[in-house]
Antibody, heavy 118, light 110 residues
Framework: QITLKESGPTLVKPTQTLTLTCTFS??????????VGWVRQPPGKALEWLAL???????RYSPSLKNRLTITRDTSKNQVVLTLTNMDPVDTATYYC??????????WGQGALVTVSS | QSALTQPASVSGSPGRSITISCTGT?????????VSWYQQHAGKAPKLMIFHVTDRPSGVSTRFSGSKSGNTASLTISGLQAEDEADYFC??????????FGGGTKLTVL
């Protein structure tokens, strides 16, 4: 069974850096074509793709957030970490970790609500 | 990259069929057969319903089907059921090797 779980702060202050960790099980990020990434959803709004890291360490970022995002992996711990710098209230959202073996975001984590407020 | 365009809402009666459109450009929907669709019930995480334009993951009802023509992809739900009432999002791979979602469509089963 494949599972992903997001962890990190629920509240951050404006200008701070958000660090979220996705801990997964049931698959290996070293498997060819495999990817793990992040999608967010502000309350009541649409999904927004953020970043993806692939089995070969290739990394892709949303063009609109590229300068603020970093995605890394720790294959030995089965974790993927996302950092988003210079947080703003508009970054308030539920952040989802996703798994893709290619073609679609097959498995989703439960999501982690992050609120940006002073 | 701009979000893909979906109708804000659609509705249909139980047993009928509905189609949700997802319009992009030649740089995303029209470029590859990497369009996927997600169902999201209120307060829940999204669920993959269609990938590679037409493929259904194991366990997804055959009432859900996908298609594409040019820069527009479509999700059709036949034999509407009350449990189909949810938000639906399309997503496409792009020529920049990134992903882009649609704005979402709220499906109401009358």
């Amino acid at each position: 069974q494949i599972t992903l779980k997001e962890s990190g702060p629920t509240l951050v202050k404006p200008t701070q850096t958000l660090t979220l960790t996705c801990t997964f099980s049931g698959f290996s990020l070293s498997t060819s074509e495999m990817g793990v990434g992040w999608v967010r959803q502000p309350p009541g709004k649409a999904l927004e793709w953020l970043a993806l890291i692939y089995w070969n360490d290739d990394k892709r970022y949303s063009p609109s957030l590229k300068n603020r995002l970093t995605i890394t992996r720790d294959t030995s711990k089965n974790q993927v970490v996302l950092t988003l710098t210079n947080m703003d209230p508009v970054d308030t959202a539920t952040y989802y970790c996703i798994q893709t073996p290619g073609g679609g975001f097959k498995v989703w984590g439960q999501g982690a609500l992050v609120t940006v407020s002073s | 990259q701009s979000a893909l365009t979906q109708p804000a809402s659609v509705s249909g009666s139980p047993g009928r069929s509905i189609t949700i459109s997802c319009t992009g450009t030649s740089s995303d929907v029209g470029a590859y057969n990497y369009v996927s669709w997600y169902q999201q019930h209120a307060g829940k995480a999204p669920k993959l319903m269609i990938f590679h334009v037409t493929d259904r993951p194991s366990g997804v009802s055959t009432r859900f089907s996908g298609s594409k023509s040019g820069n527009t992809a479509s999700l059709t739900i036949s034999g509407l059921q009350a449990e189909d009432e949810a938000d639906y999002f399309c997503c496409s791979y792009t020529t920049s090797h990134t992903w882009v979602f649609g704005g979402g469509t709220k499906l109401t089963v009358l």
